[in-house]
Structures are given as structure tokens and as C-alpha cells.
């Protein structure tokens, strides 16, 4: 068990209405943090009351953006309890995205204990509406005042949790997507695969068009041809073509996401045919023109199931099946939130009670 020291803040905040949450708006009263230095590896381990971090100006993380984060959900089920849904995955994929930005990794041990203890803390902080959640977002950052290009010998390790409504305001209604053909999200043997600020750095603009021209969010296509499907925004994307369900095989320009690996093992254990594989944007062209493609979603920790109404390319508008939400998509939120929230039992050990 891990030694935290623990203060408790002087005053709490007034929590917000949970009718009108939003997502990442509003923040609790505690904070987990633990610093890193070569001689003491990641040590000083505190839950302290939320609060501005005070940083260098020449800390490395503002200059040469050393830094990697992730992003996971506290649920409150049906029977009052509070559940996390496949954390230790959200550990060791931000072990791999240290592993991939030279930042040194966490122990699970270090980091279970320190989300829980904060958890415990602010547990009031996990809403009861329908459709909310704890979001929960671990970071760390690059602290050395340094202005050369080599990597951080210091670092800092925070857990911040936002109570949060659904992602998108119209939470299961069918999204519209912009495919981007200019900007480029990633590239092989970038950081496409991991969780670090950069890669959505290099989404902003792009997203901004597509907000202007009305549409919910971007489908990145691949960094030389724009040709081949890679992600959705924040999410991974799903078609459901010929009655097979098929999704972008991963590559190191795709994040592993750990909503579309748990729609993969569910739709295979309801006997449906999946295909990770290259999904080209002619492809999917022609299969909806030929009425081949019955529905599309993208999946990930914050909307869990967002289903795709249509796609924008090349100034044509393309129904991804009626414009509806598919009953894949139907059965598969269904599911998810139904393990999320104890509406059916966790028969596959996905959750962790707190």
C-alpha cells in the first residue's frame, strides 16, 4: 500500500447542477500528485485540496511539450455503488505512452492507490444523473527548467476528476463528420498511438473548420494520401458494411482505444463478423451509394457510443445508412452502460468497485 499524505481542503466547493454539467466544466475539491527525480524515482505521494500548480517559466513541458495524459470514468450504478470501468487498461496504455515520450512510468500499484484514495475523497463528486459520470484525468508533465531539446529529468504526476454530463449535447443522436483532407493528425512512427497533448494540438484548426461548416467533428485520414480511414476526432471509427462490422486495423498513427477494444470482444462474443483491416474513404464512399452500409459509430471513453449520421467528402454528403442510430450501435451503448452502471452484471470483470 502506498504511503499518501493526505489534506483535506478548508472549504468545499458547491457542487454544479448535474442537469447542466457539460463536459470538463467544473472540478472537485481534491487533487493526487507525485513527483518524479532520478535519485527518488516517483515518490511524495499527497491528495491535496485542488489548486493552481505553481511551474517554472523554463519548465520543459511549455517549450518542448514532454507530456502524456489519459482519460477514464468513475460511474455511480443503479445500486448507489461507484464503479471504474477497465482502469488498469487506461494504466498501462499510459505507461506505453511514457514508454513512447521517454517520460518514466508509473507502478500500477502506485497509480491504483493514488486514484482510489482521491476517489474516496471526493466520492459526493460522482454525479446521479443519468448519463453522468466522474471523468478522471491523469497527467504528467516535463518540471525541469531547461531550454535545451533532451528530455526532462523531473516530473509531475496529478489525477484531477470533473463531473461531467454527455459529451455531446445531443448524446446518442447521429453526429456529422467532416473528413479532413489537409491537415494531418499523425504519421507512422509519430505519436499517433499514445495519449499526448501534441497530437490534439495538431487537430485544432482543422476541427474549427468543421465546427464552421456545421459539423460535430473531423475523420482523419492518413498523413500521405488521405485515402485510408484512421480516427474520428477523439474516437475510434466503426462501419457496418455487408452486415460485417469492420474498424480501422490499429497502426502506431491510431490510438489503441480501450471503448473499441471492448466493442470488439462483445461483438464477437454476439457472433458477429469484425474486420480490423485499412478502410479506404472510396470505399466507404461506394458501399453507401450502393446502400451496402447499414450504420457507423465511433466509439471512446467520453461518448462511449457515438453513432455517425454522415460524412463530408470532398463536398459531398454521404448517409452512412438511414442517418439513424443503427441497432449495433443501439446494443452496444446499451451494454456498456449497462456494465458501467450495474443495469446487468459485469460478467467479463471489467469493473472495479471503489
Avoid at 66 to 75: D, I, M, R, S, T
Avoid at 165 to 176: D, W
Avoid at 250 to 267: F, K, M, V, Y
Avoid at 327 to 332: E, F, H, K, N, Q
Wanted: glycine residues 10%.
Amino acid at each position: 500500500m502506498t504511503n499518501i499524505k493526505v489534506t483535506m481542503a478548508n472549504s468545499l466547493k458547491k457542487k454544479p447542477d448535474e442537469g447542466s454539467l457539460g463536459f470538463g466544466r467544473y472540478f472537485t475539491d481534491h487533487m493526487f500528485l507525485l513527483d518524479y527525480s532520478p535519485n527518488d524515482g516517483w515518490h511524495r505521494a499527497r491528495v491535496e485540496p485542488y489548486a493552481p500548480v505553481a511551474l517554472d517559466p523554463a519548465a520543459m513541458v511549455f517549450h518542448y511539450g514532454q507530456e502524456v495524459f489519459e482519460g477514464l470514468k468513475a460511474y455511480r450504478g443503479v445500486d448507489g455503488r461507484i464503479r471504474l470501468f477497465r482502469a488498469i487498461e487506461n494504466i498501462r496504455r499510459m505507461n506505453r505512452s511514457c514508454e513512447r515520450l521517454f517520460v518514466p512510468t508509473v507502478d500500477e500499484d502506485i497509480f491504483v492507490d493514488g486514484l482510489l484514495a482521491l476517489l474516496r475523497m471526493d466520492i459526493e463528486w460522482v454525479p446521479k444523473a443519468q448519463d453522468a459520470s466522474l471523468y478522471i484525468r491523469p497527467v504528467i508533465i516535463a518540471t525541469d527548467p531547461y531550454l535545451g531539446v533532451r528530455a526532462s529529468k523531473t516530473y509531475l504526476f496529478m489525477i484531477i476528476l470533473s463531473p461531467s454530463g454527455a459529451y455531446y449535447k445531443g448524446g446518442m443522436s447521429p453526429t456529422s463528420i467532416y473528413v479532413e483532407t489537409k491537415d494531418v493528425r499523425a504519421v507512422r512512427g509519430g505519436l499517433g498511438s499514445v495519449k499526448a497533448g501534441a497530437n490534439y494540438a495538431a487537430t485544432m484548426r482543422a476541427q474549427e473548420r468543421a465546427k464552421k461548416e456545421g459539423f460535430t467533428q473531423v475523420l482523419w485520414t492518413d498523413a500521405f494520401e488521405h485515402r485510408r480511414i484512421e480516427e474520428i476526432g477523439t474516437s475510434n471509427a466503426f462501419f457496418v458494411i455487408d452486415g460485417t462490422v469492420v474498424t480501422p486495423a490499429l497502426s502506431d498513427s491510431i490510438l489503441a482505444g480501450i471503448t473499441r477494444a471492448s466493442c470488439i470482444e462483445l461483438l464477437k462474443s454476439w457472433g458477429m463478423r469484425v474486420e480490423e483491416r485499412e478502410v479506404v474513404i472510396d470505399e466507404l464512399v461506394e458501399a453507401a451509394g450502393a446502400g451496402r452500409i447499414s450504420e457507423a459509430f465511433a466509439s471512446g471513453t467520453a461518448a462511449v457510443i457515438s453513432p455517425v449520421g454522415k460524412l463530408r467528402w470532398n463536398g459531398q454528403d454521404v448517409a452512412m445508412g438511414n442517418g439513424g442510430v443503427g441497432p449495433i450501435s443501439r446494443r452496444l451503448y446499451d451494454k456498456l452502460t449497462g456494465i458501467q452502471r450495474a443495469k446487468e452484471p459485469d460478467t467479463l470483470g471489467w469493473t472495479m468497485l471503489i
